[in-house]
Nanobody, 115 residues
C-alpha cells in the first residue's frame, strides 16, 4: 500500500506560481509511476503530468511548458511546479501512485486562480 499526502495548494492571482508537493509513504523507486491529476468544478478528473520510477516525465498538452513535475527521491516526494497560472487551472489537484495494477490516491489539494 501507498499513502499519499498532498500540500501546497492555495489561492493565487493569474500569472502567479505555485508548487504542489506529494509525499509518499514508501520509496519512489518502488512505485511504477507517480502522477498529478486535477478536477475542475463540474468536470471529470483529468491527468496533468506523471513521472516514472526511472525518472521519465510526461505532460498533458494543456500544461506543457507551463507545469513541471519533479521528485526528490530522498524525501519520497513528487512536486508539481505550476507557473503562469490561469483561472482555468482552478481545481482540486490529486496525486496518484501506480504500483503494478493498483492506483493509490491522495486527498487532494485545492488550487484557486483568480483573474
Amino acid at each position: 500500500q501507498v499513502q499519499l499526502v498532498e500540500s501546497g495548494g492555495g489561492l493565487v492571482q493569474a500569472g502567479e506560481s505555485l508548487r504542489l508537493s506529494c509525499a509518499a509513504s514508501r520509496s519512489l523507486f518502488s512505485i511504477n509511476d507517480m502522477g498529478w491529476y486535477r478536477q475542475a468544478p463540474g468536470k471529470e478528473r483529468e491527468w496533468v503530468a506523471s513521472i516514472t520510477s526511472g525518472g521519465y516525465v510526461n505532460y498533458a498538452n494543456s500544461v506543457k511548458g507551463q507545469f513541471s513535475i519533479s521528485r526528490d527521491t530522498a524525501k519520497n516526494t513528487v512536486y508539481l511546479q505550476m507557473n503562469r497560472l490561469k483561472p482555468e487551472d482552478t481545481g482540486v489537484y490529486f496525486c496518484r501512485a501506480r504500483q503494478v495494477m493498483t492506483d493509490y490516491w491522495g486527498q487532494g489539494t485545492q488550487v484557486t486562480v483568480s483573474s
